[in-house]
Structures are given as structure tokens and as C-alpha cells.
């Protein structure tokens, strides 16, 4: 049985009349890359305020590591390291100096300091910069750094807010990689918080829907387009030369393919609804029935549909 790690149960904030957190319930797991995914002002940021008991909740409870942030704050902060937006680094040192700082104040020798920031700063890919001021590291840079920074007191959580805003997309692909790494290789629980799509999409196992202070929906992407999109997540594009699209005896034949669940003529092009990828099968039956086959297009709905079903296609106010 997976060990949870994360936990929260009717967790609630309130300032004055307005509501930012509203009951929420999640479970991460241990080595977990959980995306919590909403729009600015969902109360992303105040739910990570309470996981590291920066504020206390109006209701519920939250355990991180089995550890309640509200009484003990400074024991969940040895457990937790957390990377925010913009990270805040003396300007004048180089990189090196930044982490031996980080880990002197984390209570390591100045021996056991340096070999750890060495250690880091090539697991993060910034070796060659190391000797380099913080100030002229790109924001690419920054964020690796910030994460290497993170990783000084061998956390068992990491919390990112944020953190690829402003990255070229070749560094985004690299801070990508290096938490995929980091959850997969060392069973590191990592939450993700943010509202960019197709990042989050490529490293989480899971994703929670956040807005208005409430968890609209949480699981992985093929459960979520269950839910949302009924029996038929993948929808299939065929394209077939002259009448064949009217063809109803083609549409029938398409139709017995075990997965397939409805196939309709829209816009002279047969699109097949499915339960599951069948897109091999259906190819090779038109063609072994003797028909014209053109084209075929698959289309899997992903996190920018869910996203778009739940805060802008009306299922928001429910």
C-alpha cells in the first residue's frame, strides 16, 4: 500500500468573510509528483502556506511526513523544502558560495558544506557556473540553483509554487527532467503548483483542479477524461475517398471494433468515438474491407480540455 505522505481533511482558510481554502481533502503519496493546477487567486498559494504552517487553518487538518505543521512548524521545515516563484539569493556571491551558505545554517561543517554544494550544483547541471554571481544567472539558472538550495537538507517533500514562469523552453526541459529524476529515482514527494498546462501534464502522476478555494477533481489524465468525457476519451479522424464516407456498411464495419463506441459523418469525415486507443485497428480494417483510406487523425483529450471543461466550460459556479 502506497504511504501517504501529504494528507489533508476539510481543510478550510478564512480571511474575515471571504473564503480562500474551502473544506479541501487530498492524499499525496510517498515519490508522488502532484500537480495542483488552477487559476491565479484559487488558493494554491494559501494551501502550501498551511502545509508548511506558515498560517494556521480556520478548519480542518493537514500532516505532512506525519507531522502537523500548526504545532510543530520548524520540524516540518526539516522535512520540506520548498522553491517559490522567485527565488531570493545573495547577489554577490557565486552559486557555490549561495548553497555552503544554505548549508552551514542547515548545521554542516565547512568541509561537509562544500562537498555537498559541489555535489549539487553538478546534479543540477550548474558546475560550470559555479563560480559565477548569483546575480547574472539567467532565470533558468535561478531556479535550478533554487532547487539545489532546496535539496541541501535532503528533504523527503518538495513544494514548487510556480516555478518555471520566465524559463526558455530549453530550461524548462531541463527543470522538467531534473524533478522527474528526483521523484522516480529517490522517492521524493514533489507538489507542483501551477497554472501552465503541458508542463504539468509531462511530470505529474496526478493533478488536482483548484479554483475558487475548492479541489474541483483530482487523478491522472485518462481517469479525469473518463469522468469528464464519458466512455469515449479518444476520438478517432478518418478520412476516406469519394461516397465511402456515406457508406453505411463502412460505418458498420467500423463500429464492430472492440472499443470503438459510436462512429458519425461530420463534415465528410467519419469520426470514430473510442473507450481506448484502437487507432492500429481501425486503420487496419478499412483497408482489409477494400475502402480508401486517406487519412487518420487521433485525438486524446488532455489536461487543456479538462481545464478547459471545468473553469471555462461552465461546470465552475457548480
Do not use: W
Not at 274 to 286: A, F, G, N, Q, R
Amino acid at each position: 500500500m502506497a504511504e501517504e505522505i501529504i494528507k489533508l481533511k476539510g481543510l478550510t482558510k478564512r480571511y474575515g468573510k471571504f473564503t480562500a481554502v474551502d473544506h479541501l481533502d487530498l492524499t499525496i503519496n510517498k515519490g508522488e509528483v502532484f500537480g495542483l493546477l488552477g487559476p491565479n487567486g484559487a488558493g494554491k498559494s494559501t494551501t502550501i502556506l498551511m502545509l508548511l504552517g506558515m498560517t494556521e487553518p480556520s478548519e480542518g487538518t493537514v500532516s505532512v511526513c506525519d507531522i502537523d505543521p500548526i504545532s510543530n512548524p520548524v520540524e516540518v521545515k526539516r522535512k520540506v523544502g520548498y522553491l517559490p516563484e522567485d527565488v531570493g539569493f545573495y547577489e554577490r556571491y557565486t552559486g557555490l558560495e549561495n548553497l555552503v551558505f544554505t548549508a552551514r545554517l542547515n548545521g554542516l561543517s565547512k568541509n561537509e558544506a562544500e562537498k555537498k554544494a559541489e555535489s549539487l550544483l553538478e546534479r543540477v547541471g550548474l558546475s560550470e557556473h559555479k563560480n559565477k554571481k548569483a546575480g547574472i544567472y539567467s532565470r533558468g539558472m535561478r531556479q535550478r540553483l533554487g532547487l539545489a538550495d532546496v535539496l541541501i537538507k535532503d528533504p523527503e517533500v518538495i513544494i514548487l509554487d510556480e516555478p518555471i514562469l520566465g524559463i526558455d523552453p530549453y530550461g524548462v526541459k531541463e527543470f522538467l527532467n531534473l524533478i522527474i529524476k528526483l521523484s522516480k529515482q529517490e522517492g521524493i514527494t514533489v507538489l507542483f503548483s501551477s497554472h501552465h498546462l503541458y508542463q504539468v501534464q509531462q511530470v505529474c502522476d496526478r493533478v488536482g483542479l483548484f479554483v475558487g478555494g475548492r479541489l474541483l477533481a483530482e487523478g491522472d489524465i485518462n481517469s479525469l477524461s473518463q469522468k469528464l468525457f464519458g466512455n469515449s476519451p479518444y476520438t478517432v479522424e478518418i478520412g476516406v475517398n469519394g461516397h465511402s464516407v456515406t457508406d453505411d456498411n463502412l460505418i458498420n464495419i467500423i463500429r464492430e471494433i472492440d472499443g470503438v463506441e459510436n462512429v458519425s459523418n461530420v463534415n465528410n469525415k467519419l469520426l470514430a468515438e473510442c473507450s481506448k486507443d484502437v487507432t492500429s485497428e481501425i486503420s487496419k480494417t478499412i483497408i482489409n474491407s477494400g475502402y480508401p483510406l486517406t487519412s487518420l487523425n487521433k485525438k486524446e483529450y488532455g489536461l487543456d480540455d479538462i481545464y478547459y471543461h471545468y473553469f471555462e466550460g461552465g461546470t465552475k459556479n457548480e
